[in-house]
């Protein structure tokens, strides 16, 4: 509300179609972070009223809930931010480098980096014999 009534009001001369389509994006984010969110926290009930699930915690740590909040907190100081200036809308290119730097850390950097498996239950005898088969098949 306070972004539309700055910029309807003290910078009308300045508005543009990327004004109101930048506006309409944080709209659009807000509703789908608090969507997932309720999602995410919507008890579930069985036939006599006895509570089956609570749902998530929103204020767990390193939790989806989090990284939604991160996100509104993003786009709301963005859209103060803008106020000012639109290249303000820029940062926002920061929500997509934190996704790709949490899939990295979390997922595919251990799964690159990972040492391959061992079998320990192989006996050194059978060890040296495997070594052997393969270095003649390398001749």
Not at 41 to 69: C, R, T
Not at 80 to 92: A, E, H, I, N, Q
Request: charged share 15%; with cysteine.
């Amino acid at each position: 509300a306070i972004y539309g009534a700055v910029n309807l009001f003290l910078f009308y001369s300045s508005v543009t179609f990327w004004t109101w389509g930048l506006l309409a994006f944080a709209l659009v984010v807000y509703s789908f972070s608090y969507r997932w969110m309720q999602g995410m926290a919507h008890p579930v009930f069985s036939q006599d009223n006895a509570l089956l699930d609570g749902g998530i915690d929103l204020n767990m740590e390193q939790g989806m809930a989090e990284h939604l909040k991160d996100v509104i907190l993003l786009t709301a100081i963005l859209q103060v931010l803008s106020c000012l200036s639109m290249y303000f809308w820029y940062l926002w290119f920061l929500a997509p480098g934190r996704a790709l730097y949490l899939l990295w850390v979390n997922f595919l950097g251990p799964w690159f980096t990972a040492e391959p498996p061992t079998n320990p239950d192989i006996s050194e005898k059978k060890q040296r014999r495997q070594e052997r088969r393969q270095i003649r098949k390398l001749q």
